[in-house]
């Protein structure tokens, strides 16, 4: 069980706090639910996942966690970066192991068992015991997917995972992630640019409007599961690839030119 | 119609190798290692035998490895005095050279490691060290001297205080630029502090402590002969300093190659450590790890 309620949330920097990256930011995400979030650059949909994490605290507001406030980053919200988070001197067995290796994880399970299971569902056992640096970009990104998974947390937090990907390999990333989510049916919040990859993996997708970052529309999409890479060409997936498209450059224009404007 | 070709792996076939062309080729590498070092030699060698300077002034290379050794065995006596001593007198500079090592490299992995981790510990010392680390160590022998006396602890303490703050400097760096979202993925994964510091922080910032480490023994080395010549009456540093006092300049020259010798080694050593412990640091520049 992992929900998430997201209640009324601003989130300001600066001295001050006179830059607003968020604005009374309301959302729920419910147990098992994919929930995309996207927006044009700058909208302030990282620093509401960060704020999830629990790496930074909101200015006002307050964001549940299964009905707990959350104070600080846990083993129950795994974070995969866009930045893959592998220690360059451990092999991607030791990365995958590292999580079950702290006290905090201790009670999880055999390290060695779980990496193994980790390494054969991911495809990475002939790499095994290859560095990070050895490795593709994909393997490596599955390598940190891996290691987040292997802490089993109920909840998965991914900013932008395959942004730095080439196009196929991001598309054969989604289809990799799909999988995995209907095998382990965790809540998952996606943070993307891509607004196909948004629509492709969502249950629901959150439009999100920039200068403040505001929700503009939340998106249901009726595709029907398992996904398929054929539904990019279904006339449902274009209709919302359109109306999707449609919000996010309307608010980017807007944004630009208000920027301008000031 | 996409299938692989039948010989989806071609080898490129190099020239082959002969004997006679590999042996050449090798004739060829070791001339041009070889060729500056020996010139020197001959010439030295010429140059002091020829009458140009006295030979006690510069002794040749003959003499000089002649009396080294005697130095080490104790077998010619043309040392005189000196005569086998030299195990004796190396391995007083050795250990010295890694008492003062370990106390300075400890202490400057400590405050580099506090000091990147925290503004607090930063502010704190920070700007002490700063000051500090711009007075050559050198210029801290008289109060070293005052303060412990003659004996090995002046040594140390200068070795230490050479040490120190190179180590201190780079270990700061290194924590510093360590990768935030590494640190950050191990908080999400419900690290404690011991743990982030013992198994994120610190293989994190090891390659820069090891630069500091480094730096650290070319200085320690320096400085054991500046002690050994001012406050100690053992070490190859003395033996230097006692055989200019009885005008042997092939002792003299004999020491200062051990002094080189056993720089260099020890540098090796730290070299070899760090290949060890950053096998996976293996960077693609110019120069490659080092």
Same mark, same amino acid.
Request: aromatic share 8%.
């Given at each position: 069980?992992?929900?998430?309620?997201? #209640?009324?949330?601003?989130? @300001?920097? $600066?001295?001050?706090?006179?830059?607003?990256?968020?604005?009374?930011?309301?959302?729920?995400?419910?147990?098992?639910?994919?929930?995309?979030?996207?927006?044009?650059?700058?909208?302030?949909?990282?620093?509401?996942?960060?704020?999830?994490?629990?790496?930074?605290?909101?200015?006002?507001? %307050?964001?549940?966690? &299964?009905?707990?406030?959350?104070?600080?980053?846990?083993? &129950?919200?795994? +974070?995969?970066?866009?930045?893959?988070?592998?220690?360059?001197?451990?092999? +991607? %067995?030791?990365?995958?192991?590292?999580?079950?290796?702290?006290?905090?994880?201790?009670?999880? $399970?055999?390290?060695?068992?779980?990496?193994?299971?980790?390494?054969?569902?991911?495809?990475?056992?002939?790499?095994?015991?290859?560095?990070?640096?050895?490795?593709?970009? $994909?393997?490596?990104?599955? @390598?940190?997917?891996?290691?987040?998974?292997?802490?089993?947390?109920?909840?998965?937090?991914?900013?932008?995972?395959?942004?730095?990907?080439?196009?196929?390999? #991001?598309?054969?990333?989604?289809?990799?992630?799909?999988?995995?989510?209907?095998?382990?049916?965790?809540?998952?919040?996606?943070?993307?640019?891509?607004?196909?990859?948004?629509?492709?993996?969502?249950? #629901?997708?959150? +439009?999100?409007?920039?200068?403040? $970052?505001?929700?503009?529309?939340?998106?249901?999409? &009726?595709?029907?599961?398992?996904?398929?890479?054929?539904?990019?060409?279904?006339?449902?997936?274009?209709?919302?690839?359109? #109306?999707?498209?449609?919000?996010?450059?309307?608010?980017?224009?807007?944004?630009?030119?208000?920027?301008? @404007? @000031? | 119609?996409?299938?692989?070709?039948?010989?989806?792996?071609?080898?490129?076939?190099?020239? *082959?190798?002969?004997?006679?062309?590999?042996?050449?080729?090798?004739?060829?590498?070791?001339?041009?290692?070889?060729?500056?070092?020996?010139?020197?030699?001959?010439?030295?060698?010429?140059?002091?035998?020829?009458?140009?300077?006295?030979?006690?002034?510069?002794?040749?290379?003959?003499?000089?490895?002649?009396?080294?050794?005697?130095?080490?065995?104790?077998?010619?006596?043309?040392?005189?005095?000196?005569?086998?001593?030299?195990?004796?007198? *190396?391995?007083?500079?050795?250990?010295?050279?890694?008492?003062? =090592?370990?106390?300075?490299?400890?202490?400057?992995?400590?405050?580099?490691?506090?000091?990147?981790?925290?503004?607090?510990?930063?502010?704190?010392?920070?700007?002490?060290?700063?000051?500090?680390?711009?007075?050559?160590?050198?210029?801290?022998?008289?109060?070293?001297?005052?303060?412990?006396?003659?004996?090995?602890?002046?040594?140390? =303490?200068?070795?230490?205080?050479?040490?120190?703050?190179?180590?201190?400097?780079?270990?700061?760096?290194?924590?510093?630029?360590?990768?935030?979202?590494?640190?950050?993925?191990?908080?999400?994964?419900?690290?404690?502090?011991?743990?982030?510091?013992?198994?994120?922080?610190?293989?994190?910032?090891?390659?820069?402590?090891?630069?500091?480490?480094?730096?650290?023994?070319?200085?320690?080395?320096?400085?054991?002969?500046?002690?050994?010549?001012?406050?100690?009456?053992?070490?190859?540093?003395?033996?230097?300093?006692?055989?200019?006092?009885?005008?042997?300049?092939?002792?003299?020259?004999?020491?200062?190659?051990?002094?080189?010798?056993?720089?260099?080694?020890?540098?090796?050593?730290?070299?070899?450590?760090?290949?060890?412990?950053?096998?996976?640091?293996?960077?693609?520049?110019?120069?490659?790890?080092?």
């Amino acid at each position: 069980m992992a929900r998430i309620d997201v #209640r009324n949330v601003s989130k @300001a920097f $600066g001295a001050g706090g006179h830059v607003v990256a968020l604005a009374g930011i309301n959302v729920v995400i419910a147990d098992r639910e994919l929930v995309t979030l996207v927006g044009a650059s700058g909208c302030g949909k990282s620093t509401l996942l960060n704020l999830i994490a629990g790496f930074e605290q909101p200015t006002s507001g %307050e964001i549940l966690v &299964d009905g707990v406030p959350v104070s600080r980053p846990g083993p &129950d919200r795994g +974070v995969v970066f866009q930045q893959t988070a592998l220690f360059p001197w451990l092999s +991607v %067995e030791d990365n995958i192991a590292f999580g079950l290796t702290l006290k905090a994880n201790r009670h999880k $399970g055999s390290p060695q068992a779980v990496t193994n299971r980790m390494l054969e569902r991911t495809g990475l056992l002939p790499v095994r015991s290859r560095r990070p640096s050895e490795l593709s970009g $994909g393997m490596r990104q599955r @390598a940190a997917i891996a290691s987040v998974l292997a802490i089993n947390p109920s909840i998965l937090l991914m900013d932008e995972p395959f942004g730095a990907l080439d196009s196929l390999t #991001r598309s054969i990333m989604q289809d990799f992630l799909l999988e995995i989510w209907e095998e382990e049916r965790k809540s998952v919040l996606l943070v993307t640019h891509d607004i196909d990859e948004a629509i492709y993996l969502a249950d #629901r997708t959150v +439009v999100m409007t920039a200068q403040p $970052g505001r929700i503009c529309e939340v998106i249901d999409v &009726d595709l029907p599961r398992p996904r398929r890479y054929a539904m990019h060409s279904d006339p449902r997936f274009i209709a919302l690839r359109e #109306r999707v498209t449609a919000l996010v450059r309307n608010e980017a224009i807007r944004a630009m030119s208000a920027a301008q @404007a @000031a | 119609m996409c299938a692989a070709p039948a010989d989806a792996n071609p080898t490129y076939h190099k020239r *082959a190798a002969t004997p006679l062309f590999a042996g050449w080729r090798r004739a060829a590498l070791m001339l041009q290692y070889a060729a500056f070092p020996v010139l020197v030699l001959i010439l030295w060698q010429v140059f002091s035998s020829v009458g140009f300077v006295r030979r006690n002034v510069l002794p040749p290379p003959s003499d000089v490895i002649a009396v080294w050794y005697d130095l080490v065995t104790g077998a010619t006596d043309v040392a005189a005095r000196y005569s086998g001593t030299w195990l004796d007198h *190396a391995w007083a500079s050795i250990w010295r050279v890694f008492a003062g =090592f370990a106390w300075g490299v400890s202490l400057g992995i400590f405050f580099g490691l506090i000091i990147g981790l925290s503004r607090i510990m930063e502010r704190v010392f920070d700007p002490t060290i700063q000051v500090m680390r711009n007075i050559p160590v050198t210029a801290w022998v008289p109060l070293s001297l005052v303060f412990f006396g003659i004996g090995n602890a002046p040594a140390i =303490f200068l070795i230490g205080l050479g040490a120190f703050f190179p180590t201190v400097v780079n270990t700061t760096h290194g924590v510093r630029q360590m990768n935030l979202t590494l640190y950050k993925a191990a908080q999400m994964m419900g690290a404690s502090e011991g743990e982030l510091t013992r198994r994120v922080i610190l293989p994190a910032a090891l390659p820069s402590i090891l630069t500091g480490v480094r730096l650290s023994m070319g200085i320690a080395w320096v400085l054991v002969v500046v002690a050994e010549i001012l406050a100690v009456r053992s070490g190859l540093g003395y033996l230097l300093n006692d055989a200019y006092l009885f005008y042997r300049n092939d002792v003299v020259i004999a020491a200062m190659l051990s002094i080189g010798l056993l720089g260099f080694l020890s540098d090796r050593l730290v070299v070899l450590v760090r290949h060890y412990l950053l096998a996976w640091n293996v960077k693609e520049t110019f120069g490659g790890q080092d």
